[in-house]
T-cell receptor
Framework: DTEVTQTPKHLVMGMTNKKSLKCEQHMGHRAMYWYKQKAKKPPELMFVYSYEKLSINESVPSRFSPECPNSSLLNLHLHALQPEDSALYLC??????????FGPGTRLTVT | GQNIDQPTEMTATEGAIVQINCTYQTSGFNGLFWYQQHAGEAPTFLSYNVLDGLEEKGRFSSFLSRSKGYSYLLLKELQMKDSASYLCAVSRSGGGNKLTFGTGTQLKVEL
């Protein structure tokens, strides 16, 4: 099973809302990632969790707050977002430095 | 920092062979990955090279030369469903599996 699941598939939120994106994998991977992808651009790394600890934060604004409750789950908490934050948010997981498996993404629209 | 270059677009004929090149400049090289991404979908893993040489997987092969900072993805017996964006991604050592993606090559397969 090489599946990474993400919920919700689509999300529309206002600039004053608080929402969360969820990601789950059951492959026993100990590294999990959040990426942001704008249309016709490659994915951009936001955060890396390794063994449930945040190991990389790519200077992401504090309105994005990641959380790793356990080795299978990864959340991204959103607060006071801007319209330019509208994008496809992808979660991925990997076994250490091996290939990353991506979830289907959450398409976020900030109004 | 890193610099990863790929051609923006390529067009090929069904049944033919196409080679997509990727050049990179990076420190702490820890492997190179190729991903396929159809419009509106998540990237899917195609191949991984960490040592010099050719890796073959069915219709897809990938080559790496670390001394030249060069890789290519070779697609044989092209099918219409191979029309997609092909992303070259470089992994750097240290602090988790940090992937940086190239801008992607949009491949169009024609009859």
């Amino acid at each position: 099973d090489t599946e990474v699941t993400q919920t919700p598939k689509h999300l529309v939120m206002g600039m004053t809302n608080k929402k969360s994106l969820k990601c789950e994998q059951h492959m026993g991977h100990r590294a999990m990632y959040w990426y942001k992808q704008k249309a016709k651009k490659p994915p951009e790394l936001m955060f890396v969790y390794s063994y449930e600890k945040l190991s990389i934060n790519e200077s992401v604004p504090s309105r994005f707050s990641p959380e790793c409750p356990n080795s299978s789950l990864l959340n991204l908490h959103l607060h006071a977002l801007q319209p330019e934050d509208s994008a496809l948010y992808l979660c991925a997981s990997s076994q250490e430095s091996r290939e990353q498996y991506f979830g289907p993404g959450t398409r976020l629209t900030v109004t | 920092g890193q610099n990863i270059d790929q051609p923006t677009e390529m067009t090929a004929t069904e049944g033919a062979i196409v080679q997509i090149n990727c050049t990179y400049q990076t420190s702490g090289f820890n492997g190179l990955f190729w991903y396929q991404q159809h419009a509106g979908e998540a990237p899917t893993f195609l191949s991984y090279n960490v040592l010099d040489g050719l890796e073959e997987k069915g219709r897809f092969s990938s080559f790496l030369s670390r001394s030249k900072g060069y890789s290519y993805l070779l697609l044989k017996e092209l099918q219409m469903k191979d029309s997609a964006s092909y992303l070259c991604a470089v992994s750097r050592s240290g602090g988790g599996n940090k992937l940086t993606f190239g801008t992607g090559t949009q491949l169009k397969v024609e009859l």
